[in-house]
């Protein structure tokens, strides 16, 4: 019930939980079988604190769109299924409700006041918050007790507030800060020649056949319905009139007419071609109509990604409007990667190579050269002063983290680790162990992130306790 909990206790921490009003009435994802009767049906209870059907929505809600970020927005119901997703959900759901008993424990509560006067500040008026409510399809009571829950937790750890010694937060900026006096050289791919003889190229693509594909293409049967209408102008005002409620801005706000005509245009064109659209699909799944017959690949400016997921898995695709047309699909076809012929191949295998053979040259230059080298000398360096090295941002950043970890006080970085463009030969002069300048600098930012620090720790042996001091029930699987 709890093993989840214990092996993701990093992840499990409040800075990841529910923010209710950044969220809530964006409207939930697909449940399946986990969805009940009631939004109020208990799934788990910690002593005596419920976790209901709509916490573990709120909770999936909130994980799914951040995992759909991180992968930028391809993110499917199966998959999050795959994913354990719903999992993570109850037991972020559980974890809330361990400190909103606490939280009673200690004798804490939200007031009205301070319930109003988070809305207020979220919102900005009572009119704001009321019309989002309209938009959003919520009922004020569900909101703001949702909402009382939030705050609840966030009070428990504002009670729980923890400030760190001197003595903590000079020891994380001696970790954070600490300097080294450094040498470096920096070799770069693109400075090192490489022949390639034909027979050089062929024997490697012999070798490697099976590297250098063909893309996989799907056959597809295809119809295209161009969303086009010569209605009136009274036709279209009707249909905007009638459906107004489509046409809003950010805040909430009807548009003119005149603004969204070009829409509703559009939206008029869809409703009318329906039915034809409709009658086009039965008859392409029988092999009937008119279609063309072209071969695409899965990423494609025809079919979005999410559309080619379906067409894949069952087949065909219902009529559904993409670039200012009903697109109508059968698959025909899987064409699986094959092995190029070898003119069609060579380019791609001359770049690999090329590659290739510079990365092993750029090693071994390396190996030869980083005890004896002669470089510049950069000064004192934290892992932060990326400006101090002429390369981009990133390889900075990830050359800097690496010489900060390793216990050589000389030798050599390939950057990127997996296709290395550059070699950065580096020789460590002197140490500090905390950099007065930038600890000074830095202050501020030291406090917080050593705060931070401990509270994580605090929180996660807090709720190792609450775990086995409260009762916990869990009503579903």
């Known amino acids: 019930m709890i093993e989840w909990m ?35 049906s208990v799934i788990a209870k910690v002593k005596n604190t419920v976790v209901t059907v709509n916490d573990w929505q709120n909770a999936y809600q909130q994980v799914f769109n951040q995992v759909n970020k991180q992968m930028g927005g391809t993110l499917d119901e199966a998959t999050a299924k795959k994913m354990g997703l719903k999992k993570r959900a109850l037991q972020l759901a559980i974890q809330d409700a361990i400190f909103r008993q606490f939280a009673k424990d200690l004798g804490l509560y939200v007031t009205d006041k301070e319930l109003a006067d988070k809305i207020i500040q979220a919102f900005g008026s009572r009119k704001t918050y009321e019309m989002y409510l309209r938009n959003a399809g919520m009922k004020a009571a569900d909101f703001e007790k949702n909402l009382r829950k939030q ?76 969303l086009k209408t010569n209605a009136s ?41 329906k039915k034809e659209a409709v009658l086009a699909y039965k008859k392409l799944i029988n092999n009937n109509g008119n279609y063309e017959i072209i071969a695409i690949s899965k990423n494609n400016n025809l079919i979005p990604a999410n559309q080619m997921k379906i067409l894949i898995s069952k087949g065909y695709l219902k009529p559904f409007i993409n670039d200012n047309s009903y697109i109508i699909a059968k698959l025909l076809e899987d064409i699986k990667p094959a092995p190029l012929s070898f003119e069609k191949a060579k380019p791609l295998v001359i770049e690999e190579l090329l590659n290739k053979k510079a990365v092993e040259k750029l090693i071994k230059i390396s190996k030869e050269n980083y005890k004896n080298f002669k470089g510049e000398n950069i000064g004192f360096i934290t892992k932060y002063d990326l400006n101090k090295i002429k390369l981009p941002t990133m390889i900075s950043f990830l050359f800097l983290d690496k010489v900060f970890r390793s216990q050589k006080p000389n030798y050599f970085v390939l950057l990127p680790h997996d296709n290395p463009k550059y070699s950065v030969l580096y020789r460590i002069k002197e140490q500090k162990l905390l950099d007065k300048k930038e600890y000074q600098k830095n202050k501020k930012r030291i406090f917080n992130f050593t705060k931070n620090l401990l509270q994580l720790e605090f929180v996660n042996d807090l709720l190792n306790t609450l775990e086995t001091t409260y009762k916990i029930k869990v009503y579903v699987k």
């Open 233 to 273: 102008l009274n036709k279209l005002k009707k249909f905007y009139n009638e459906n107004k409620l489509n046409y809003k801005n950010e805040k909430g706000e009807i548009l003119s007419f005149d603004k969204v005509i070009d829409q509703v245009k559009k939206d008029y064109a869809a409703e009318q071609l």
């Open 151 to 226: 705050l609840l937790v966030e009070k428990l750890f504002s009670f729980l507030n923890i400030k760190p010694t001197k003595t903590e937060i000079l020891s994380v900026a001696s970790a954070l800060y600490n300097a080294d006096n450094m040498d470096i050289k920096i070799l770069k791919k693109t400075d090192i020649n490489v022949n390639l003889s034909e027979k050089e190229i062929k024997n490697f693509w012999e070798k490697n056949k099976n590297l250098f594909l063909s893309k996989e293409k799907y056959k597809i049967a295809l119809i295209k319905i161009p």
């Open 6 to 40: 214990q092996t993701h206790r990093k992840w499990l921490v409040i800075t990841i939980w529910v923010a209710t009003i950044a969220f809530i009435g964006a409207g939930f994802v697909g449940w399946g079988q986990f969805q009940f009767g009631r939004k109020e």
